[in-house]
């Protein structure tokens, strides 16, 4: 069965940190593309950032550059979202995504495996 399990969300004041964990069983971790999306109350799901597990390749939605930072642990099977300088247009629920084609989750966020969703909360 295959599982994507978020963890580390919560509220933050504006300028803090927070540390998003996606940890993934069921799938063979390395043939596989990972994925972050949020979707804030009354807006349309947005792709934050992605990584390739198999060559490490990174993109970033232009609103998170430079504050943002994905990373995987191929041994943990867990890819990282790492959030700083955070802002109140951060708050939103966060999702990891997964499929083996890292144009189609990351172009088009038909990704074939989703996870439940942490709550990030960033007050001002």
């Known amino acids: 069965e295959v599982q994507l399990v978020e963890s580390g969300g919560g509220l933050v004041q504006a300028g803090g940190s927070l540390r998003l964990s996606c940890a993934a069983s069921?799938?063979?971790?390395?043939?596989?593309?990972i994925g972050w999306f949020r979707q804030a109350p009354g807006k349309e799901r947005e792709g934050v950032s992605f990584?390739?597990?198999?060559?490490?390749?990174?993109d970033y939605a232009d609103s998170v550059k430079g504050r943002f930072t994905i990373s995987s642990d191929n041994a943990k099977n867990t890819v990282y979202l790492q959030m700083n300088s955070l802002k109140p247009e951060d708050t939103a629920v966060y999702y990891c995504?997964?499929?083996?084609?890292?144009?189609?989750?990351?172009?088009?966020?038909?990704?074939?495996?989703w996870g439940q969703g942490t709550q990030v909360t960033v007050s001002s």
């Open positions: 995504a997964a499929d083996r084609s890292y144009y189609y989750c990351s172009t088009y966020g038909g990704c074939d495996y």
């Open positions: 069921g799938f063979t971790f390395d043939d596989y593309a």
């Open positions: 990584i390739s597990t198999s060559d490490g390749n990174t």
